[in-house]
């Protein structure tokens, strides 16, 4: 039997900001008619052919200063469950990878946010290749030698983690060459992305929220004053914006690409106009925010296109 349960498989509530998060967001649209089943995914497992998880039954309460209550702790057999969102925070790591394997098992008989086996196949920023032509001048590598010579071609570029996430591990190199922060940058991260700085990140870039194959909205992340930096874990102010022709066509490009790749809910961004590789499917975010900024509540649109 299939029971009124989603189960969200995500970092520890504790650590989850109710002022932004999404993960809360959704929770707290779906709590209404569903029994909300927490887990974090070092307690998930195979048990005698069954996916288990060792969690909890909560509620959200943006209300309440805790912003969560425990109702009862349960190992629950993930089946019985019609929905199950993974949210948990990169890093896309082989702990990361072996959880959408456990979660494979069951995906035909629980609906699923994302597919595990398109999030383990659409690796976020790599994935991004075979939309190069919407993009500044990008390369993927760990090759110190191709990364001097496209710096040298570029004059300024940004490095970054394929792998990270919230603007974690990015550098600017700019004025010259700095080959101990690029090296350790490999060392730590293996492959990196090396792509054109575009100095109008100053005016903020800007996220698309794209639910079900559609857009469904957007803001914009300006950095803060000496910044280059649009997330707002980084100091960011949110501010509402609109698309241009351009940016449209290429979201609805992405939107109907990953929908048939099973990406029900991503958030794509642009700088400039142009798609930066950050084609986020893990555990996308902003949707509170935006519904701040614009009282727009693209919870309800993504329950309602699950028909939950």
Request: hydrophobic fraction near 35%; proline fraction near 4%.
């Amino acid at each position: 039997m299939i029971n009124k349960i989603v189960a969200i498989q995500g970092n520890h509530p504790k650590k989850l900001n109710p002022i932004s998060d999404t993960t809360i967001f959704l929770a707290n649209e779906i709590q209404k008619k569903y029994k909300i089943f927490y887990y974090e995914p070092k307690n998930l497992s195979i048990i005698n052919d069954d996916v288990i998880a060792k969690g909890y039954f909560l509620k959200f309460n943006y209300l309440n200063k805790k912003k969560y209550k425990i109702i009862r702790y349960k190992s629950l057999n993930l089946a019985k469950c019609k929905f199950l969102l993974i949210r948990q925070d990169p890093p896309f790591n082989l702990e990361y990878i072996s959880t959408t394997y456990i979660l494979d098992k069951i995906k035909h008989n629980v609906k699923i946010i994302n597919n595990p086996t398109s999030i383990r196949n659409i690796s976020e920023k790599l994935y991004s290749v075979f939309f190069h032509k919407f993009m500044p001048k990008t390369i993927f590598t760990k090759d110190i030698n191709e990364i001097k010579k496209f710096y040298k071609k570029n004059k300024k570029i940004i490095i970054k983690p394929i792998h990270s996430y919230g603007g974690n591990d990015i550098h600017l190199i700019k004025s010259s060459f700095n080959k101990k922060i690029i090296l350790n940058s490999i060392k730590k991260h293996g492959h990196i992305m090396c792509q054109k700085f575009l100095p109008k990140i100053k005016y903020g870039d800007k996220r698309v929220f794209l639910i079900n194959g559609k857009i469904c909205g957007s803001i914009s992340r300006v950095p803060k004053k000496g910044s280059y930096l649009s997330n707002m874990s980084k100091g960011a102010k949110p501010i509402l914006t609109k698309l241009t022709k351009k940016e449209k066509k290429i979201s609805n490009i992405l939107a109907k690409t990953l929908i048939k790749e099973n990406i029900y809910f991503a958030g794509i961004d642009f700088i400039d106009q142009k798609l930066n590789g950050d084609i986020n499917v893990t555990s996308p975010t902003g949707l509170k925010t935006y519904y701040d900024l614009s009282k727009i509540n693209l919870a309800y649109i993504f329950w309602k296109g699950l028909k939950a």
